[in-house]
């Protein structure tokens, strides 16, 4: 093998470590993300059943670090809610909702972002494995 040839080879193989490194990288943000759309329909889940609480009933809420303290609930509509930057406001369970709506859509086209990119790299990724082939043969 020429020595021109084996630094283009070795080049392209630089080339494949580096875009399969990129997809690991993608699929764990993925994967990341994902679990972000469960967590956030989680919760969904549990400002919808909050609704059935009957006011004044006893419940535990957390406090830090698996630790709960026994309250009483007195408006089970009234939400505190950080909008950000430790920013925290006042708002009912629909429109609670409606935020964290706006928020799973936002996850969503981040998700397409990526599915976009792993489809780029893929395709890349085998066009250079057939060029380190074609040049392993030659």
């Known amino acids: 093998m ?6 283009e080879l070795q080049k392209k193989y630089l080339e494949l470590q580096i875009i399969v490194q990129q997809i690991n990288n993608l699929q764990q943000q993925f994967s990341n993300i994902q679990n972000q ?6 919760l969904k889940d549990s400002l919808n059943s909050i609704k059935d609480i009957k006011e004044n009933s006893e419940s535990f809420v957390p ?9 009483k609930l007195h408006d089970t509509n009234e939400l505190l809610v950080n909008v950000g930057s430790n920013v925290f406001v006042i708002k009912t369970v629909e429109e609670t909702n409606s935020l964290i709506d706006s928020q799973i ?21 085998e066009l250079l494995q057939s060029q380190i082939i074609g040049l392993s043969n030659k």
């Open 2 to 7: 020429s020595k021109q040839k084996d630094e």
């Open 37 to 42: 759309i469960l967590e956030l329909n989680t």
């Open 63 to 71: 406090i830090g670090f698996n630790i709960f303290a026994k309250t």
């Open 105 to 125: 859509r936002q996850v969503e086209l981040i998700i397409k972002e990526i599915e976009d990119k792993l489809y780029e790299l893929e395709k890349t990724g």
